[in-house]
T-cell receptor, first 115, second 113 residues
Framework: DAGVTQSPTHLIKTRGQQVTLRCSPK?????VSWYQQALGQGPQFIFQ???????QRGNFPDRFSGHQFPNYSSELNVNALLLGDSALYLC??????????????FGDGTRLSIL | AQSVTQLGSHVSVSEGALVLLRCNYS??????LFWYVQYPNQGLQLLLK??????LVKGINGFEAEFKKSETSFHLTKPSAHMSDAAEYFC???????????FGTGTSLTVIP
């Protein structure tokens, strides 16, 4: 039973560039959430996708966008990268549009470094 | 908005000693509560969750947590620490409406042999 998989594991970009991160949810899950985890901090919610739509969004600028595909996989896109975007980006999956009592299952993340 | 406070960013215990990691949340309505563990260069692994029912929740690896509504707390405990418990621990809450998880800033647990 495959868990949440993310790619790539590491990425180095320069300021102003654009990046796309990918996530495949745990088998049987249909909801994907994205988090940013800065060094020494807890994960911060970016947004959640369900039924190919963004259902809820955290306090992140429009430079952060996403997409969910019919197979439930998801992409996170970040435009005009800033040094402060350097972080571990975590994808989490769950079932049923994020039923409140369901836990989220996390991937190992993509480490993004901005030079 | 919800907030989650984890008292003590670093906790050190001796092997075999009691582990106590503290978590308090701010909410007038009890949310759903979770503890996750993160090992270096890995994602978060669910330890346990509280949704409804019994306030003492047992999780994996011998961890348990007790939901105390009057204290708005959900502290994590383990009777006897093992070297393999050394990791970062995160408390998370989710309001019973909405889809967003709110995480604390984490507690780094060191186990001394």
């Amino acid at each position: 039973d495959a868990g949440v998989t993310q790619s790539p594991t590491h990425l180095i970009k320069t300021r102003g560039q654009q990046v796309t991160l990918r996530c495949s949810p745990k088998s049987g899950h249909d909801t994907v959430s994205w988090y940013q985890q800065a060094l020494g901090q807890g994960p911060q919610f970016i947004f959640q996708y369900y039924e190919e739509e963004e259902r809820q969004r955290g306090n992140f600028p429009d430079r952060f966008s996403g997409h969910q595909f019919p197979n439930y996989s998801s992409e996170l896109n970040v435009n005009a990268l800033l040094l402060g975007d350097s972080a571990l980006y975590l994808c989490a999956s769950s079932l049923g549009g994020g039923l409140s009592n369901q836990p989220q299952h996390f991937g190992d993340g993509t480490r993004l470094s901005i030079l | 908005a919800q907030s989650v406070t984890q008292l003590g960013s670093h906790v050190s215990v001796s092997e075999g000693a009691l582990v106590l990691l503290r978590c308090n949340y701010s909410s007038s309505v009890p949310p759903y509560l979770f503890w996750y563990v993160q090992y270096p260069n890995q994602g978060l692994q669910l330890l346990l969750k509280y949704t409804t029912g019994a306030t003492l929740v047992k999780g994996i690896n011998g961890f348990e947590a007790e939901f105390k509504k009057s204290e708005t707390s959900f502290h994590l405990t383990k009777p006897s620490a093992h070297m393999s418990d050394a990791a970062e621990y995160f408390c998370a809450v989710r309001p019973n409406t909405g889809n967003q998880f709110y995480f604390g800033t984490g507690t780094s647990l060191t186990v001394i042999p």
